[in-house]
């Protein structure tokens, strides 16, 4: 498999194809730059608690002199941010789907328009569901699994228990890695061919076991890409933070020009790359589905293959 011509092909595909960043950008949005905040070395708190210390210790005294307004706020807010992500969660599924089919269609040289993909990509809203709750089981469990013998080993010798973690890390790895890929290609599975549910999860596990060394290799390019892009992102997150840190120590209105000018600037860069950055990837694992299956062609079951058999007779 010519992997550099899959990342070639993944990158065409999304240049080319602008108006699927839309799709992307819902796509990546559970974890692309939503996650920047955690990996800021200080945390935004401390950048901004610099800032002007006599601003927090304000909001501090109002939150304690008002606490039934307090309290609704606080509500408020958290029921904004959890039906916040729910749209997000719902939206990503629906336009994972609807990338992967659109990625397909351009393939097939046939055509598409946003509207449709997004039609597509609603279809298998319920199956996609369904499917993220079975992996999200299974991830749990194996959390569990490899957690629960260092923790009992911690209780019984202490510290030297943390040694389990030599063993128990590598064996996540690979969990990941199997887990994954297989979700990755049961996803595609579902679109590419309408498979049922588990009749997918079972080819993509054969699609993983088939393929072992080049479902590796993609897993270790992708691995290698996400650190690069989070860098990335950490070194973007600081060129607009550095400037509002330098203008705050000179003056409050040098603060507000700084924020009013570098927070818009700022959602418009990170919302173009993280559309760029959710199609790409999903591109290039749809374009890997589809090599896999040129390797390995789909066969219907037994049962699809009979009313197929009875249709045309």
Not at 86 to 92: K, N
Not at 115 to 129: D, E, Q, T
Not at 204 to 217: A, D, K
Not at 229 to 236: D, E, K, M
Request: a neutral charge.
């Amino acid at each position: 498999m010519d992997y550099g011509n899959l990342l070639s092909r993944a990158f065409n595909i999304s240049w080319k194809h602008k108006i699927l960043w839309v799709l992307g950008f819902f796509a990546a949005s559970m974890g692309t730059f939503g996650g920047i905040h955690d990996r800021l070395p200080d945390g935004a708190e401390r950048w901004f608690g610099r800032i002007n210390p006599d601003l927090s210790d304000a909001v501090v005294e109002w939150f304690e002199f008002n606490p039934e307004i307090s309290i609704a706020l606080v509500i408020l807010v958290i029921g904004l941010v959890l039906l916040l992500a729910l749209f997000f969660f719902v939206m990503s599924l629906i336009c994972i789907a609807g990338l992967i089919d659109g990625v397909i269609r351009i393939e097939g040289n046939q055509g598409y328009t946003l509207k449709k993909l997004f039609k597509s990509g609603a279809s298998y809203f319920w199956r996609y569901l369904a499917l993220f709750f079975i992996f999200f089981a299974i991830g749990v469990t194996t959390i569990l699994i490899l957690i629960t013998p260092v923790i009992l080993a911690v209780i019984a010798v202490g510290g030297i228990g943390l040694i389990l973690l030599i063993f128990i890390i590598p064996i996540g790895i690979a969990a990941v890695f199997f887990f994954g890929n297989i979700y990755s290609l049961t996803q595609r599975e579902i679109v590419a061919n309408q498979t049922p549910i588990f009749t997918a999860i079972g080819e993509g596990y054969r699609l993983l076991i088939r393929h072992v060394g080049p479902n590796i290799i993609i897993f270790i390019i992708n691995t290698f890409l996400w650190i690069a892009i989070v860098i990335a992102g950490l070194i973007l997150v600081a060129i607009f933070v550095a400037p509002i840190v330098i203008l705050a120590a000179l003056s409050k209105s040098f603060l507000i020009l700084a924020l009013v000018i570098g927070i818009p600037l700022f959602i418009v860069v990170a919302v173009i790359l993280e559309g760029f950055l959710g199609t790409f990837f999903n591109t290039l694992m749809t374009l890997f589905y589809l090599e896999l299956r040129k390797l390995t062609p789909f066969e219907a079951p037994a049962a699809a293959r009979a009313d197929m058999a009875a249709g045309q007779a």
